[in-house]
């Protein structure tokens, strides 16, 4: 395939040329597995388009208005001031004036920008790039603890039994990559000397600083490795960072390891291998891969309420792609979200039958909830993926069935596996643990946080337009004083100018769409919440709300055992995005304000925190700004890692029967 029309980016304006090269996305249009060298040449391929910049710039620029946390994430209060420094507005200044080799240049700029906020809810994402094509290696790391406590990084022992059968098409390509004498199923369990020539330390800290997403430093080092979740299609396996990239930043790469049971070390070098993501609309070349992957399409950009019914107003179907919840229904919903986005997709690659849980399952199992007995048959196991995908109605009423049968059961004590839960529906996170603990000060009326939201210029003139000019009958807006109660849990009258005070919270009674029992179903003290620290949104309002207010114990798995490892991040108390925010600007009739986002020329979506949970300890400072220590890390042993019975069992022992 050859396209005739280049173009060239030069000071100030765009030339277009004749000449006849091949295109280089006819290379990778149409394919399943690129490489991503080919993959980069079509990325690389597009000059940076003014208009669209100054238009990504604008309305990342506007939105951010109403995201909270901006005063913090520019001068972070200890212990956090390590984390997180970024003054966005000045980021976002040097990344109008400077120029870009190329349009992926300029995404790759303004994407990591955002993620140096390590804020999941805060988040900038463009379909054009991520992930048009997800960037492996069949080889997914772990780090492992010795019974001497020396800790070092090995490729899973797992690692063959996932890579071929997710990667049946390509597995021979990195196996004829090998020696002969080195099979790829025999390095399973190698210990991992160098990557790069370099101690493993190095490339795990350095993915540290671009992965975003969560505050703690433990937590940002153990998304190198691999690890497992709950999900609405049952055990997933997450490859990690070092397997699985969303944009192609390595083409190979090269280990020192020592195989189970040798004596000597042998160095190998693999290539990174691009699979085309499942949700990229397929193309030919460049201009269909532009049309079809990067143009704005139905929910990139909000709607005037009073021109669209309301429960026809799509949600964004891009919004969808990014949550790390599954997907929920497609139309508008007034039930409130916290819930992280992230640049890479929910994982759909198996758990390895080997270490799917093989106890019995109890029934009361939802979209991503699933109950077991150990075989103690006292201890009874929750483990939820997410706070989404499934409708809140079959989360609660799920929630509390298996909970009852467990106990019927004979179960006496709980794990609740929280592994990768990136949040999801706020009232279902405060439902658990309201029917966990029972009813006490803690959690009636409120079994979360108390909230605020920003009050910037443009949000206060939403409010107005709400409480004078009934722009919103049908009770759609996030800015109206009509949704939420102040912190006494008192609803607010139609007319109140609310902005400015703290917020209750608006799930009891009537977003409890099951009956909660009287009684609490177990005692906090044989209760333990476990994760890989991945625990975040709505997750983290409840693992906050049941360690700091009931005394559960929260276990991390993995991670350093010189960094304290921390139980849950990315707090927020309910996240939005753009095309949210710009339906509230649209609906109250402001889109011509001069504070207002402009509608997005691309395929984007930005999230924020809409409002941000205060804290527990100290109420007067976000709770997002206050430490989530572990009672237990659990160091990782070969029997261990990524086994959940195993995992269970051993918490059992540490913490719960076996506790003196
Ligand atoms: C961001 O918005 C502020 C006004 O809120 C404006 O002063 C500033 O110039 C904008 N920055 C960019 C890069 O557009
Ligand atoms: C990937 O590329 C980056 C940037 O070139 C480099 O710093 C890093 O070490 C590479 N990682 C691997 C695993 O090769
Ligand atoms: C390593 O040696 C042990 C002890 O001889 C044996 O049980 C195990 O199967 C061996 N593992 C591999 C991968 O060769
Ligand atoms: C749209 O606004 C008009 C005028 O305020 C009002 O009569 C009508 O009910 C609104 N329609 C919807 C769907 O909100
Ligand atoms: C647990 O219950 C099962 C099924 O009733 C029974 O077969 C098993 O022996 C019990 N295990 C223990 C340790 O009591
Ligand atoms: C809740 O009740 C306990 C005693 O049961 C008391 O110590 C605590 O101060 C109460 N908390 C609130 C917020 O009322
Ligand atoms: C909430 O509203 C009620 C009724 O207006 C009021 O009595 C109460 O003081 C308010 N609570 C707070 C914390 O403002
Ligand atoms: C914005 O202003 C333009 C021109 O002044 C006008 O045609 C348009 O209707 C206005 N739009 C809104 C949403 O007020
Ligand atoms: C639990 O795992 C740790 C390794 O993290 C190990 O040292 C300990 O012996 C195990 N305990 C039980 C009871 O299995």
Known sequence: MITTIVLFSIVGFVALASIAIPDPCATIGGQKWVS?????????????????????????????????????????????????????????????????????????????????????????????????FLNFLPIPLVLLTDSDGTQSVHIAPEAFAVTSAEFLDEIDVWQEALPPAIPLQTLDGAQVLSIEGQNPSVAVDANALITGSFQPLGTRQNSFFSSYQFGANGWTYIMGDFAQQSLPLNDSVTLVVQRVNESTTDTIELPYRARINPATVSFTDSAS?????????????????NETIVSAAPLSETVMK?????????????????????????????LPPSLVPNVPVVSGGFGSGQFYMLSDNKTGVFALGSFGGDTIDAMMSGMLQGLINLKSLGATQLIVDVSNNGGGFICAAEFLHRIIIGPKNTTVPQAGLD???????????????????????????????????????????????????????????????????????FPASNVVIVSNGRCASSCSLFSITMAKEEG???????????????????????????????????????????????????????????????????????????????????LLTPDLVNNPVAIWTNITEQLLTGRS
């Not at 007034?334 to 997709?345: A, F, G, Y």
Request: glycine letters at 6%; one cysteine or more; aromatic letters at 8%.
């Open 451 to 521: 909230t605020e939201t920003r009050d910037g210029p443009l949000a206060r003139l939403i409010v107005q337009q709400i409480i004078q000019n009934d722009v919103d009958p049908s009770q759609a807006l996030l800015y109206n004083p009509l949704n939420w109660n102040n912190a006494s849990n008192v609803a607010f009258a139609a007319d109140n100018d609310w902005l400015l005070p703290l917020l209750g919270q608006e799930c009891q009674p009537n977003g409890f769409t099951t009956m909660p029992p009287d009684e609490g179903l």
């Open 322 to 350: 990014f949550q790390q919840q599954p997907p929920i229904l497609k139309t508008f919903t007034k039930e409130r979200v916290n819930v992280m986005l992230n640049t890479i997709p929910l994982s759909d690659v198996a």
């Open 36 to 132: 991503p060298q080919d993959l980069r040449a079509c990325y690389t391929s597009f000059a940076v388009d003014p208009s669209i910049k100054e238009n990504i710039v604008d309305v990342i620029n506007k939105t951010l208005a109403f995201h909270t946390s901006v005063n913090y994430e520019i001068a972070a209060p200890e212990p956090f001031t390590e984390f997180v420094h970024e003054d966005l507005l000045k980021d976002l200044a040097r990344i109008s004036s400077q120029s870009y080799p190329s349009d992926y240049d300029l995404h790759l700029d303004v994407s990591r920008t955002l993620k140096r906020l390590n804020d999941g809810h805060c988040v900038w994402i463009n379909s054009c790039y991520v992930p048009l």
């Open 552 to 634: 559960v114990k929260t276990v991390v798995l993995g991670g350093r055992s010189d960094v304290q490892q921390a139980y849950c991040g990315t707090v927020g108390g309910q996240s939005t995005v753009f095309s949210e925010i710009d339906t509230e600007v649209k609906t109250a009739k402001l889109k011509n304000n001069s504070l207002a986002p402009p509608d997005m020329m691309v395929n984007g979506v930005q999230g924020i925190t809409w409002r941000l949970g205060f804290g527990i300890q100290d109420p007067t400072q976000p709770e997002e700004w206050q430490p989530h220590p572990a009672t237990l890390n659990l």
């Open 289 to 305: 891969y532009r049309a079809n992957n990067c143009l704005p399409i139905l929910g990139t950009n909000g709607v005037d309420l």
